[in-house]
Protein backbone atom coordinates (compact mmCIF):
# COMPACT_ATOMS: atom_id res chain seq x y z
CA UNK A 1 0.00 0.00 0.00
CA UNK A 2 2.94 2.53 0.68
CA UNK A 3 5.13 1.55 -2.00
CA UNK A 4 1.79 2.05 -3.84
CA UNK A 5 1.11 5.31 -2.80
CA UNK A 6 5.41 6.76 -3.36
CA UNK A 7 4.84 5.10 -7.08
CA UNK A 8 1.71 7.29 -7.42
CA UNK A 9 2.94 10.43 -5.79
CA UNK A 10 6.43 9.83 -7.84
CA UNK A 11 4.92 9.63 -11.13
CA UNK A 12 2.91 12.99 -10.27
CA UNK A 13 6.30 14.48 -9.02
CA UNK A 14 7.71 13.39 -12.43
CA UNK A 15 5.29 13.99 -14.45
CA UNK A 16 5.51 17.96 -13.21
CA UNK A 17 9.16 17.76 -13.91
CA UNK A 18 8.86 16.78 -17.47
CA UNK A 19 6.18 18.80 -18.20
CA UNK A 20 8.42 22.16 -17.00
CA UNK A 21 11.59 20.81 -18.74
CA UNK A 22 9.49 20.51 -22.35
CA UNK A 23 7.97 23.75 -21.59
CA UNK A 24 11.41 25.83 -20.69
CA UNK A 25 12.90 24.23 -24.03
CA UNK A 26 10.20 24.52 -25.95
CA UNK A 27 10.08 27.99 -25.12
CA UNK A 28 13.73 28.77 -26.08
CA UNK A 29 13.72 26.62 -29.74
CA UNK A 30 10.54 28.90 -30.20
CA UNK A 31 13.09 31.39 -30.00
CA UNK A 32 15.31 30.47 -32.72
CA UNK A 33 12.78 29.68 -34.86
CA UNK A 34 12.76 25.29 -34.08
CA UNK A 35 9.92 24.91 -32.40
CA UNK A 36 9.26 22.86 -35.18
CA UNK A 37 10.75 20.24 -33.14
CA UNK A 38 8.13 19.81 -30.90
CA UNK A 39 5.34 19.81 -33.77
CA UNK A 40 5.69 16.29 -35.19
CA UNK A 41 5.90 17.23 -38.86
CA UNK A 42 6.41 13.43 -39.75
CA UNK A 43 8.60 14.02 -42.19
CA UNK A 44 11.47 11.96 -40.01
CA UNK A 45 13.50 13.73 -36.93
CA UNK A 46 15.83 15.59 -39.04
CA UNK A 47 13.45 17.04 -41.98
CA UNK A 48 14.66 20.65 -41.55
CA UNK A 49 17.97 20.73 -42.94
CA UNK A 50 20.17 18.40 -45.01
CA UNK A 51 23.54 16.33 -43.10
CA UNK A 52 26.29 17.94 -43.45
CA UNK A 53 28.76 16.63 -45.48
CA UNK A 54 31.08 15.01 -43.65
CA UNK A 55 29.19 13.35 -41.11
CA UNK A 56 29.35 10.05 -40.12
CA UNK A 57 26.76 8.04 -37.52
CA UNK A 58 28.26 4.38 -36.98
CA UNK A 59 26.26 1.98 -34.45
CA UNK A 60 27.92 -0.16 -32.50
CA UNK A 61 25.38 -3.15 -31.29
CA UNK A 62 28.17 -5.30 -28.87
CA UNK A 63 29.78 -3.46 -26.32
CA UNK A 64 33.22 -5.71 -27.39
CA UNK A 65 33.04 -3.79 -30.86
CA UNK A 66 32.18 -0.56 -29.37
CA UNK A 67 35.02 0.31 -26.88
CA UNK A 68 37.76 -0.12 -29.25
CA UNK A 69 35.81 2.12 -31.17
CA UNK A 70 35.58 4.80 -28.76
CA UNK A 71 38.97 4.82 -28.01
CA UNK A 72 40.39 5.29 -31.04
CA UNK A 73 38.02 8.23 -31.77
CA UNK A 74 38.66 9.72 -28.17
CA UNK A 75 42.54 9.25 -28.94
CA UNK A 76 42.44 10.50 -32.89
CA UNK A 77 40.82 13.59 -31.69
CA UNK A 78 37.19 12.91 -33.74
CA UNK A 79 35.57 15.24 -31.53
CA UNK A 80 32.67 16.35 -31.68
CA UNK A 81 31.01 13.04 -30.76
CA UNK A 82 28.22 11.76 -28.73
CA UNK A 83 28.13 8.44 -27.52
CA UNK A 84 25.16 7.24 -26.22
CA UNK A 85 23.73 3.83 -24.60
CA UNK A 86 20.53 2.70 -23.98
CA UNK A 87 18.55 2.55 -20.63
CA UNK A 88 18.15 -0.30 -18.20
CA UNK A 89 15.15 -0.41 -16.65
Known amino acids: MISDLADGVDARIGG ?7 N ?5 LARI ?5 FRGEDRGWASRR ?13 GAAALPAIAAAVRGGAFPSMVVAPRRY
Open 16 to 22: VIERANR
Open 24 to 28: HHHRR
Open 33 to 37: DWDQA
Open 50 to 62: PPREGNDLQVYVD
